[in-house]
């Protein structure tokens, strides 16, 4: 069996599948491995990430199964599953074989282990997208740049700085996602990058919020206070729409800042 | 200007907690419907699916900045907190206040665009015009590229409802309630009438901005999100049936996007209103609700679910279920066979996942395993379904049976209760033999590392 280890990132994966289909390896006896553990009698190589070949990856990918199908792959590798790589290999490799020219029909075969594996990892990743799209909060600092802390399970900052910068595409923004230590920056008018380092935490913390942040905070909470009708309570029903683990982070959630 | 004057004194918050007060009774609250990408120069864009943004603790979402733009009021509305009967404090917004407090939440992405509707103010036209100069400021001065769904007044003028089409995402006509009778009984100032020409006639600008569009790409769109109304259930007599009519022939007539149902809350103490001992009727809102996507999206009619001598939902069954029961002649369904228009009346099948059977299917047999994999609710459609022929327990296709076992939670099948399985296993039906291995268990198996 051969058995590629790739870093745990789209280039490094997409780099190994690239290696797998270049060696014609068989995907029966083939795996893509994202740790360090060992198999005996296995054959193994380290996959070094490479742009080129990722790009050559995601092209194929886009033309085969199109756009939809792609972006489904992105966000299952966005898990932290360890299993993902595996799973999406195999997935594409059935697509290659079988699904023909017609597109949108990667995800089809669903009784099949890996397909299932990636699409329900894609579906995870997808709904804590969307959930994230929705309770982002950002606040205004005093020199108007909009900024957000987030941590979310999934490694999702490249999706919602996508979306945000076509919302926001006038605001100088800054998405933070707090447990993997990375930043989304986007200039207003410009194209927005990604920044990772312990220095910029750190100066993270020293930010001060603008003067009319506060006032906007106590409008909101208040309007959320408000917008309820107290006849319908229903604690458990907002509980599953908006679980706990989002409100760190949210506004009208947050108790300490009572001021109006 | 006169109409500003009470509200000078007032401080915003004051303001915003009246007017979001005053509008928390109006359902409709989605942004769904459009999909606009930013422009690249103003803030803003929309996705089809909609965005919740937050949850409130009655468990609705968040996604607009829901309020009225006054709460004054000439009508005298019985079900309504804002009649001019009522002694509830008055508050209206500047067209400017409205559009900074839109802009402002916008772009800390507390909601995903602005809902405004209003009291009736002097009258329909001239509080119509205030809605207008809001929105057309909050397009062209702010230049908003985000949601807006706004209340067409009836009554206004055509010419402004077709003006402030050009600038709407969405927008809605509340039909009040369900009948004509109704109506008049509880709100003596509006008439069936004058709801149904805006609808009307929205309606049919939309299919003529439609027909603009696919010849001239760049046209203005008109109200791209659809037409959606509302109307109250529990404050009039009229049962589930005729309601479900009402819906239907909205949805055939009007071609509206979205009918939305809002419990009946009492605000005010009024002889003609009922009085709701258990709080709002919840549960039937619910099964309306439940009913509506099944005349939608699943191809159900109204008078399949219900008729007049069945006049109202089953309390204990979902209106598929109830209909299933009603019709076990056409059960069971075999997974594999059958068309997707009949997967989606199987109980526990929903559109998602009769669209994955129909797609996973063209690979190989489904089994019950795959079933529950690819996300059908196997508790309740196993008594409907069978997989190549087989059901999954031996159950008896008789309605007394089902129900119970649907309902009561201690007799139901509990799945995989006896390891998935209809037959006793013996040790040469071991399915495992005729699987091709999977590359981790034959080296597992090779060097006996589990």
Redo the contacts between chains.
């Keep these: 069996?051969l058995v590629f280890q790739c870093e745990d990132s789209l280039e490094g994966i997409f780099t190994g599948i690239y290696n797998a289909y270049e060696q014609k390896s068989r995907p029966?006896?083939?795996?893509m491995s994202l740790n360090e553990e060992l198999?005996?009698?296995?054959e193994y190589q380290t996959v070094r990430p490479d742009a080129e070949k990722t790009l050559k990856v995601i092209r194929t990918l886009q033309n085969r199964f199109g756009e939809e199908d792609y972006h489904h792959i992105c966000l299952a590798l966005s898990t932290p599953e360890p299993m993902k790589a595996q799973a999406v290999y195999q997935t594409v490799s059935l697509g290659l074989r079988?699904s023909g020219a017609v597109k949108g029909?990667l995800f089809?075969?669903?009784?099949?282990?890996y397909v299932?594996k990636a699409f329900t990892l894609g579906r995870t990743a997808g709904n804590e997208n969307?959930h994230m799209?929705?309770?982002?909060?950002?606040?205004?600092l005093e020199s108007g740049i909009?900024y957000?802390k987030i941590s979310p399970k999934n490694n999702l900052l490249t999706f919602l700085m996508e979306h945000?910068a076509?919302?926001?595409?006038?605001?100088n923004f800054v998405l933070h996602d707090e447990g993997r230590g990375l930043f989304g920056v986007h200039p207003a008018?410009k194209q927005w990058y990604l920044l990772s380092g312990a220095e910029v935490c750190t100066e993270a913390d020293r930010f001060r919020l603008s003067e009319r942040e506060l006032h906007?905070q106590?409008?909101?909470r208040?309007?959320?206070h408000?917008?309820?009708?107290?006849?319908?309570?229903?604690?458990?029903?907002?509980r599953?729409?908006?679980p706990l683990r989002f409100r760190e982070y949210?506004?009208?959630f947050n108790k300490q800042l009572n001021i109006? | 200007m006169e109409y500003l004057a009470t509200g000078q004194e007032m401080s915003l918050m004051d303001k915003l907690g009246i007017l979001s007060d005053a509008a928390k009774y109006d359902v409709a609250c989605t942004s769904s419907g459009v999909d606009r990408r930013g422009n690249g120069q103003s803030i803003g864009n929309c996705l089809a699916g909609g965005i919740c943004h937050s949850f409130s603790s009655d468990g609705r979402c968040i996604s607009l900045l829901k309020i009225l733009f006054t709460n004054e009021c000439i009508y005298d509305c019985k079900y309504c907190l804002n009649r001019c009967s009522n002694d509830v404090p008055r508050a209206t917004f500047t067209p400017e206040e409205v559009c900074t407090l839109t802009m402002e939440f916008y772009r800390r992405n507390y909601i995903e665009g602005l809902f405004l509707s209003s009291g009736v103010i002097q009258s329909p036209t001239f509080t119509m015009e205030l809605l207008y100069r809001t929105i057309w400021l909050l397009r062209n001065k702010y230049r908003f590229n985000g949601y807006i769904h706004v209340k067409a007044i009836p009554g206004a003028d055509a010419e402004l409802v077709q003006r402030i089409g050009f600038l709407v995402d969405r927008m809605s006509v509340n039909l009040e309630l369900p009948t004509a009778e109704g109506l008049r009984n509880l709100a003596p100032n509006k008439h069936r009438k004058n709801i149904l020409t805006p609808m009307r006639q929205i309606q049919n600008h939309i299919k003529m901005n439609k027909e603009e569009l696919v010849l001239y790409r760049n046209a203005p769109r008109f109200v791209g999100g659809g037409q959606a109304t509302q109307m109250i259930v529990g404050a009039t007599p009229e049962n589930d049936y005729q309601i479900l009519n009402v819906a239907e022939s909205l949805y055939d007539k009007f071609e509206l996007k979205r009918v939305f149902y809002s419990a009946f809350v009492k605000v005010n103490e009024d002889k003609s209103l009922p009085t709701l001992p258990g709080g709002p009727p919840l549960l039937r809102e619910h099964r309306l609700y439940q009913a509506d996507w099944l005349l939608r999206f699943y191809g159900f009619k109204a008078a399949e679910l219900l008729d007049e001598k069945r006049p109202f939902f089953n309390v204990m069954l979902d209106p598929k279920e109830d209909w299933a029961v009603r019709h076990l002649e056409q059960f069971p369904i075999e997974i594999n066979r059958a068309p997707y228009e009949t997967l989606l009346r199987i109980p526990g099948v929903g559109v998602k996942s009769a669209k994955r059977i129909v797609a996973a299917r063209r690979s190989g047999n489904l089994t019950f395993a795959d079933l529950k994999k690819i996300g059908v609710v196997l508790k309740r459609a196993i008594y409907f379904i069978t997989c190549s022929g087989r059901m999954m327990y031996p159950t008896k296709l008789e309605e007394d049976y089902i129900v119970r076992n649907l309902t009561s939670v201690k007799d139901r099948i509990q799945f995989g209760s006896d390891g998935m399985s209809y037959k006793q296993m013996s040790l040469f039906d071991d399915n495992s033999f005729q699987r091709i291995l999977l590359p981790e268990e034959k080296l597992a198996v090779a060097v006996g590392q589990f």
């Design positions: 069996m029966e006896d083939t795996m198999f005996l009698f296995a079988y029909h089809d075969n669903l009784a099949n282990d299932n969307c799209r929705g309770f982002v909060r950002f606040q205004e909009l957000s945000f076509d919302r926001l595409p006038v605001e008018g906007y106590e409008l909101f208040y309007f959320c408000k917008i309820a009708i107290k006849d319908r309570e229903n604690l458990k029903l907002q599953n729409m908006l949210m506004v009208e109006g």
